[in-house]
């Protein structure tokens, strides 16, 4: 599995389902990369197509196969309303390096609720050792032969 880092840059959203109905919308998005949560800024008064040009990094390990991306409207006073997620596999950009801004389908309840772009791209860590010697781990070089 790859080691290194990964850039997500936030690129914009369309066709979002409008959760506001006084107001313009005021979307963010939650991305998650395993136990790795970073939030976006508020795109204030962007309403159904918020864009938002902002890079993030993530440290890619073990068992990381993906990036969800939650948009969430803010509301003042009261929870912040969920507009849907998008699920977003990372192995082609651990084969590719670099993915250029895709679009996404952002969903909800099982229902097509917009599309978020999203460009990626990764660098492998220089490092690539698991942190132990071969023969540091024991095994039968180390065992006692009692019989």
């Known amino acids: 599995m790859p080691h290194g880092t990964l850039e997500v840059v936030l690129v914009s959203a369309k066709g979002l389902e409008d959760s506001d109905f006084l107001n313009s919308m005021d979307p963010y998005v939650l991305l998650t990369c395993r136990t790795q949560d970073q939030k976006s800024n508020v795109a204030s008064g962007q309403g159904t197509t918020p864009e938002w040009n902002e890079t993030f990094i993530f440290n890619v390990s073990e068992g990381t196969t993906e990036l969800k991306a939650k948009i969430f409207d803010t509301d003042v006073g009261t929870e912040d309303d969920p507009l849907g997620e998008a699920t977003i596999p990372l192995e082609a950009v651990f084969l590719e390096g670099d993915i250029p801004p895709a679009a996404y389908n952002v969903v909800k309840d ?10 990626l791209s990764f660098k492998p860590s220089e490092n690539r050792s698991r942190g132990f010697e071969e023969e540091s781990y024991g095994g039968w070089k180390n065992s006692e032969a009692s019989y």
């Open 110 to 119: 099982e229902e097509f609720k917009g599309e978020i772009w999203i460009a």
